[in-house]
């Protein structure tokens, strides 16, 4: 992994329909900030006040208006909100909309999903009054509040929840143009922003993902950034629908554009858990915290540690050393005993920093 991608490339960009090629049209809605407990509140809301138009509008307009509505708006089905949710995130999540009353269902099937079910995307057709939905948009300690877990997209379309679900069950395992197939997270806000991003003038790309082979399509999906209260709203434009069929292939660049997130996704909130760990990091600069990170992960993975859960470790054991833990006493011979797996070498190595930290300091 290298320390890039720190930035968000998104902030200083907003892609309305006269954007390259008129494929992609972004609304960026800045500095929205969660609902809290709203404890004694009479007037409860549902989602913060600067979403509830991007999330439950009844707009007129449409990107898909086929010659079947052509007879006029009234004939239009009923704008629905879906949001494509992530169990990996949110503690038990299948009882939680289970107990919603909300549609869901699992994007998965079959083995998949024997295999999998604690760990998959689920669909789930949002209600504006409904609890979970508030708690989708709530912050807190609550480990039901998610707003902080960023558990997934959301969807705007008047397709019925069946071809919804069928659509976006589709992309959750793609080839790529090699013909190799692997899991598509595409309901990872971060890397969905990036890829639209790349994909502004790939409307094949996009007709893939928005247009379905039949009736209405996807006509917005929005990707939240909790940290920042950045929330992008992504729509195409109708003459995408043209497209559809289209197969969803991805290419050598997406695959780069995913891996450039996740690795700027991770150095970030490493960045930011050592700012709040230790005070003194966050009063360096943060040019030279960002290298440092770079080196530390390039030891890292010289050390064989490369899960991310590995690398926490491993960088927590630099940072109280002050110096390379593959060269220091008791941590040496813990990240060399090839019987242990990543995870516990690195553990091992960290609390040996902190017991070698600890003793300094009673001296």
């Known amino acids: 992994m290298k320390a890039e991608g720190v930035d968000d490339p998104w902030a200083h960009l907003t892609f309305t329909n006269d954007a390259a090629g008129s494929n992609l049209s972004t609304e960026v809605i800045r500095d929205v900030a969660p609902l809290d407990v709203q404890l004694g509140v009479d007037d409860v809301k549902a989602v ?6 991007a999330l439950f509008s009844q ?3 449409s990107s898909f208006q086929h010659e079947e509505f052509r007879g006029g708006n009234e004939n239009l089905p009923p704008m629905r909100t879906y949001a494509v949710v992530d169990a990996a995130k949110v503690q038990n999540l299948p009882d939680m909309i289970e107990a919603s009353g909300l549609t869901y269902r699992c994007l998965f099937k079959g083995k998949a999903y024997d295999e999998l079910m604690e760990a998959a ?3 789930v057709e949002l209600e504006e009054g409904n609890a979970f939905t508030r708690n989708l948009f709530t912050r807190s300690n609550a480990q039901w509040h998610l707003w902080g877990a960023e558990p997934g997209i959301y969807v705007r379309s008047r397709s019925t929840f069946e071809k919804v679900w069928s659509h976006f069950r589709k992309l959750t395992k793609i080839q790529d143009v090699h013909g190799n197939w692997f899991y598509f997270r595409f309901w990872e806000a971060g890397g969905l922003n990036a890829l639209f991003q790349s994909w502004v003038d790939a409307p094949k790309q996009l007709a893939a993902f928005f247009v379905m082979p039949e009736g209405l399509g996807v006509d917005s999906v929005i990707c939240i950034d909790a940290n ?9 434009s109708n003459k995408l629908i043209n497209f559809r069929n289209s197969p969803f292939r991805l290419s050598d660049e997406d695959r780069k554009v995913l891996s450039r997130w996740r690795a700027g996704r991770f150095d970030s909130k490493l ?5 709040r760990t230790y005070p003194e990091f ?3 600069s943060e040019d ?6 770079s080196y530390v992960i390039k030891s890292a993975s010289e050390s064989g540690i490369e899960l991310e859960s590995a690398i926490v470790d491993f960088a927590h054991a630099a940072y109280l050393l002050q110096g390379d833990p593959r060269a220091h006493g008791e941590t ?10 990543q995870k516990d070498r690195a553990l091992l190595a960290r609390k040996a920093a902190e017991k070698f930290v600890a003793i300094r300091g009673s001296k």
């Open 48 to 53: 913060p006040e600067k979403l509830l138009k």
């Open 59 to 61: 707009s007129e307009k």
């Open 228 to 236: 920042t209260g950045t929330v992008r709203s992504h729509s195409i």
């Open 288 to 293: 030279g915290n960002i290298k440092w990170l």
């Open 332 to 341: 040496v011979s813990f990240l060399g005993d090839q019987t242990l797996h």
């Open 271 to 275: 960045l930011a858990e050592f700012s």
């Open 121 to 123: 995307p689920w669909l």
């Open 282 to 284: 966050s009063s360096s």
